[in-house]
């Protein structure tokens, strides 16, 4: 499954893969992801970043505007996990990225 977010509003769902390497929120027309003046936004407001290992990171980029993950606020960088709540302002998204369990090896008994 590849990572996504999810922007739910009045019972409707958008979901937009995380396909790129970079994506940047606001509300100016240069942005990759131009989000409408009514969510409260900065012009450029945060941006999601690909890491390696098929994992995203949200990089705040307003120093105006707040950026949340899981209801704590987001000052520098922070790795995304399956599930992580992200609120920007008016705008709340979920980030979706179910990666495979590394497998790892285990003995029984005595070493």
Known sequence: MAAKLKLTKDDQT???????????????????????????LEDRHFAIETVPGQRHQLVPVSRKGTTEVNGLPV???????????????????EYHNARPKERGS???GPA
Do not use: C, W
């Not at 606001?26 to 989000?35: E, F, L, R, Y």
């Not at 000052?75 to 998204?93: F, N, W």
């Open 14 to 40: 958008l979901e937009m893969p995380l396909q790129e390497v970079s994506y940047t929120f606001g509300t100016a027309p240069g942005n990759s992801v131009p989000v409408p003046s009514r969510f409260k």
């Open 75 to 93: 000052k520098t960088p922070r790795l995304l996990e399956h599930g992580d709540i992200i609120k920007a302002e008016g705008m709340v998204l």
């Open 106 to 108: 285990f003995r029984l």
